[in-house]
């Protein structure tokens, strides 16, 4: 079945770098934009960033432009998220989440991973 | 940005009872928007697409409306696993992509 798994998470101190990792199975992870979302503890949903199909185009969130890069192996069915010079506020669960209609990014999020949790701390 | 605003942040209703969750766009986002699940310690779950469309596997209690800057999620008869947050989250208008703020419905 469709599958998005996360991993990476973990402490890190404020300042360091962390890459999370989404492996995807079950569908062509070529064919689909891809999405980071985060929820900080007691939190709400907040969209972090976007990669199309081919990794030719990225957004972002302006709270992680110039800090984070979004970026995908479709051979090895892998979405990544570069984290650097991380701050105390970026602490929270990051959701893989795979756009719902493939080729355009004026969709809903269909599926999603269960999650990993960084936390930022010194 | 589009700001999206939920109401109520709490509701309490009785199991079998209806539920009726709003969400507001600070601009028109035609029918862009869709509703998500999430159960405590779980990854969201999309619920509806394009305002009013359910998305696979989701019960016909399920159901969606409006269109511009209004929208309503309503549950009818709820079930003892329908207690959980709700998000709405407009896409048309992008980067960046926007949610509520959340409607926490708890069992009255």
């Known amino acids: 079945q469709v599958q998005l798994v996360e991993s990476g998470g973990g402490v890190v101190q404020p300042g360091r770098s962390l890459r999370l990792s989404c492996a995807a199975s079950?569908?062509?992870?070529?064919?689909?934009?891809m999405h980071w979302v985060r929820q900080a503890p007691g939190k709400g949903l907040e969209w972090v960033a976007i990669v199309s199909f081919d990794g030719g185009e990225e957004h972002y969130a302006d709270f992680v432009k110039d800090r984070f890069t979004v970026s995908r192996d479709n051979s090895n069915n892998t979405l990544y998220l570069q984290m650097n010079s991380l701050r105390t506020d970026d602490t929270a669960v990051y959701y893989c989440?795979?756009?719902?209609?493939?080729?355009?990014?004026?969709?809903?999020?269909?599926?999603w991973g269960q999650g990993t949790l960084v936390t930022v701390s010194s | 940005e589009i700001v999206m605003t939920q109401s109520p942040a709490t509701l309490s209703v009785s199991p079998g009872e209806r539920a009726t969750l709003s969400c507001r766009a600070s601009q028109s986002i035609s029918s862009f928007l869709a509703w998500y699940q999430q159960r405590p310690g779980q990854a969201p779950r999309l619920l509806i697409y394009g305002a009013s469309t359910r998305a696979a596997g989701i019960p016909a209690r399920f159901s969606g409306s409006g269109s511009g800057t209004d929208f309503t999620l309503t549950i009818s008869s709820l079930q003892s696993d329908d207690f959980a947050v709700y998000y709405c989250?407009?896409?048309?208008?992008?980067?960046?992509?926007?949610f509520g703020q959340g409607t926490k419905l708890e069992i009255k």
């Open positions: 989440a795979r756009n719902f209609i493939p080729e355009d990014p004026r969709s809903s999020f269909d599926t």
């Open positions: 989250q407009q896409y048309d208008d992008w980067p960046p992509y926007t």
């Open positions: 079950g569908f062509t992870l070529s064919d689909h934009a």
